[in-house]
Structure formats: C-alpha cells, structure tokens
C-alpha cells in the first residue's frame, strides 16, 4: 500500500505529486513519518520546481513547458539489462562522451535518479563495480522518468525522457495487452517517440534459452502491432555473451519478418578485446541512433479552402 493517500503519487520512490520537498509532511501523506535529524535551514517552502529524482506524471508538464520532450522507451523482458544501460549511458557523459559532433549536454533535472542507477557501476573504496539493482514492478505507477537534454549546432535545445521501467510490466503486456499489470508498459508504448527492443544475450544462450526465446517473440509482436511507425532499434544487450547463430536467427526473424525498417546493435559494457575501448561496445553507437531519432510528425487533413488564412485553411466544420 503507497504511503500517500493520493491515486497519482508514488512518494518516496518519486516526486511528491503535490510538489512538496519533504513528502512526510504534505497533507496526503498517511505513512509513518521518520524524525528529521537535519532539518534544512528556511522553512518548508519550495526551492526548485524539481526534486533531481526521477520524474513521474505531475513533473511531465514542467519538463514539457518549453517544448514537447523526445520520450525513449525500452522494452525487454526482466533483468535483461535494460536499466544498465541507462547507467552505462549515463557514465559515458559523465566523463564527456557525448555522441557525435553535432550536439552537445545541456543539462538534467533528474542527477539523483541517473545517479541511482549508476552508483552500483562505480568503483568505491573496497567495493568493485556491480549491476544496478533490478527495477521493482508497483501497481499503478508509472515508469520513473530520466530527464536529460542536449543542444544542437544551432543552440537549439532538445529534451529527452527515458522510460526506466520493470521486464515484469512488458512481459504481462506482452501477452494481454490490456492486463491489468502491463498499465506501465501500456503508458510507454502509448507515448514513446522512440522503442528499443531489448534482446537478452545471457538468456538467449543460457539454461532457458527456449522460455528466452518464446518471451522475445511475444514481446516483438506486440511492440510490432502497437509501434505505428515509430523507429525501433534492435538492441542486443551483454553482446559479451556469445548467442548460436540459429538463436540469432529466430530473433531476427521475430524482429525483422515485422518491423523490416528496425534497426540493430549490440551493444555491452565488456569491450571487444581486440578493440582496446574503454567505452564498452556500441553504447555510444546506440545513443547516437537515439538521439537523431525523429518523432513521427502529426498528418494535417487535406485544406478544402483556398487562400493562404491559416483561420480558414482547413474550411469550416459541418453540422
């Protein structure tokens, strides 16, 4: 049960729905509230407009108050190493990797989310590097929102929102498309610009390659029947992990025989060792195509007037 008595808030995992800093003490609030042991200094009024946590729906129209963000959805079934990217994406611009020479990073309002996500693949004192912990499933919220944004060549600025959500959401999807616990995975395929669709590597040739398998086809037939021709990329995570080549054709038959316009990489944070990188494999390629991706455009109906009054382009509505 959510500590908040709110439908539309998911307090602490996120922003308070209400824009409060300190969710134990907003009104809507019914959880047990933890003693502030260091009480920040100017009362409870609100300092800025964002938290740096992940982004849910109430934060969505301040991000959009310039311009409509590009949101990026990647869709994989569990532990399939979809919130490791986001992490390893995350560290390759930390250290000023952007993609490309045709834009570079403006910002983020979501620093303490990307850092959630990437603090398990540092390195600190007497603790080596892991993998982030697996995204948790919660009924009725959506997926946590990253923020990031770049400006092009021209100075124009351009925002983007990255869906970090749970395998367990697009494998319901997958199979009952109006399930009740596929309502996340339902909210990123209504309002992505951009669908990966993660292909697991370990699981594809592991002990369950075939249950691996069978789940991927479910999932790329959804992601076919509901992508109305946004771009999708193929993406194949821990390419480290070496796949038969008849595996790999089943998946690219279940990808390609639908979506004949994707496109495929194969991507790890282990770099080829006849490469000698230390940016991984084909992260940077990956966010490159993401990143020039564009949305698909809304089609205007035939004018029926002529003249060049954009009031009465399109003729006036008949009764």
Same mark, same amino acid.
């Given at each position: ?5 709110? $439908?539309? *808030? ?15 003490? *907003?009104?809507?609030? /019914? ?5 502030? %042991? ?28 310039? #311009? ?7 869709? =994989?079934?569990?532990?399939? =190493? ?7 994406? @995350? ?20 620093? #303490? ?26 009924? =009725?919220?959506?997926?946590? +929102? ?7 060549? $021209? ?12 395998? $367990? ?13 596929? =309502? ?6 209504? @309002? ?26 479910? +999932? ?5 029947? $509901? ?21 790999? /054709?089943?998946?690219?038959?279940? %990808?390609?025989? +639908? ?15 006849? #490469? ?27 004018? /029926? ?15």
């Amino acid at each position: 049960m959510s500590p908040c008595s709110r $439908e539309d *808030c998911f307090a602490p995992d996120s922003t308070c729905a209400l824009g409060n800093p300190d969710p134990q003490k *907003c009104s809507a609030w /019914k959880g047990e509230t933890a003693p502030n %042991v260091n009480p920040e200094p100017g009362g409870d009024h609100l300092v800025m407009p964002w938290s740096g946590s992940a982004l849910g729906l109430v934060d969505i129209g301040f991000v959009a108050g310039r #311009s409509k963000p590009v949101v990026v959805g990647i869709a =994989g079934p569990q532990n399939a =190493g979809k919130t490791t990217l986001l992490a390893a994406w @995350y560290l390759l611009l930390g250290r000023g990797l952007v993609p490309g020479d045709k834009r570079r990073f403006a910002g983020s309002y979501t620093l #303490s989310g990307w850092e959630a996500v990437a603090n398990s693949l540092r390195w600190s004192p007497g603790q080596p590097p892991g993998f982030p912990p697996h995204t948790t499933s919660r009924a =009725g919220r959506i997926p946590g +929102l990253l923020h990031l944004a770049f400006r092009n060549s $021209e100075a124009r600025l351009r925002s983007y929102l990255f869906a970090d959500a749970p395998g $367990e959401w697009f494998q319901s999807w997958g199979v009952n498309r109006d399930g009740p616990e596929g =309502g996340g995975a339902r909210w990123v395929s209504e @309002y992505a610009d951009v669908l990966l669709l993660v292909a697991d590597c370990e699981a594809l040739s592991g002990p369950t390659l075939g249950t691996a398998r069978g789940a991927f086809q479910v +999932l790329a037939r959804r992601v076919s029947a $509901e992508r109305r021709g946004r771009p999708v990329g193929l993406v194949w995570t821990k390419a480290d992990k070496p796949v038969s080549p008849e595996m790999e /054709k089943s998946i690219r038959a279940a %990808v390609f025989s +639908l979506m004949p316009d994707a496109v495929e990489f194969r991507v790890s944070i282990v770099a080829e060792a006849s #490469s000698g990188s230390d940016t991984g494999q084909g992260l940077l390629e990956l966010l490159d195509w993401t990143l020039d991706a564009q949305r698909l455009r809304p089609l205007m109906p035939d004018h /029926k007037a002529a003249g060049t009054d954009p009031l009465f382009l399109f003729g006036a509505r008949t009764a």
